[in-house]
T-cell receptor, first 113, second 113 residues
């Protein structure tokens, strides 16, 4: 089975500062990795995904993530955050032969002026 | 505009009552999913369906039931057997060719009074 650990439950950051949201996964097989964003009282929106190929993945809204197989990590980064990036961020993993997405518990990003 | 709709957005129920949450998609996706979200818990899979007239239990199926009579629809019934039903419920769907990339609806917030 696959599992995800999001290492920070809350990340406060000032506007225009860089941010990194950490995600580690556990799996005995090859995996697909995803980052989703959730704004208050809304569904989840896909930010980016790693399926294969280049380990640096670029997504929407200026976010990017790097797949590191040796460290079993998939950290999400943005060089300069905006107030509008305030949201809950979820990392998810699945086996590339399966159906299920296993989600982390989420990281709440709070951007302040 | 293609997408996933969930209704109602807010739902109130008295203890002991069954209630059905609606999920409809016009993305022509084969697979559909129901997740439950509680604060600080991430998303947990309740049921999923890969094709019409077939569905499987997820990690927390007890107290819930589903049906999949049409490709576009995957309603979830929260029964009186569910001990703690107050939560945010999210429906998702994915294509057969890419099971793992899931698209989410806006969610239904259920409150038991």
């Amino acid at each position: 089975a696959q599992s995800v650990t999001q290492l920070d439950s809350q990340v406060p950051v000032f506007e225009e500062a860089p941010v990194e949201l950490r995600c580690n996964y556990s799996s005995s097989v090859s995996v697909y990795l995803f980052w989703y964003v959730q704004y208050p009282n809304q569904g989840l929106q896909l930010l980016l995904k790693y399926l294969s190929g280049s380990t640096l993945v670029k997504g929407i809204n200026g976010f990017e993530a790097e797949f590191n197989k040796s460290q079993t990590s998939f950290h999400l980064r943005k060089p300069s955050v905006h107030i509008s990036d305030t949201a809950e961020y979820f990392c998810a993993v699945s086996a590339n032969s399966g159906y299920a997405l296993n989600f982390g518990k989420g990281t709440s990003l709070l951007v302040t002026p | 505009d293609g997408g996933i709709t969930q209704s109602p957005k807010y739902l109130f129920r008295k203890e002991g009552q069954n209630v059905t949450l609606s999920c409809e998609q016009n993305l022509n996706h084969d697979a559909m999913y129901w997740y439950r979200q509680d604060p600080g818990q991430g998303l947990r899979l309740i049921y999923y369906s890969q094709i019409v007239n077939d569905f499987q239990k997820g990690d927390i199926a007890e107290g819930y039931s589903v049906s999949r009579e049409k490709k576009e629809s995957f309603p979830l019934t929260v029964t009186s057997a569910q001990k703690n039903p107050t939560a945010f419920y999210l429906c998702a769907s994915s294509m057969r060719s890419s099971y793992n990339e899931q698209f989410f609806g806006p969610g239904t917030r259920l409150t038991v009074l």
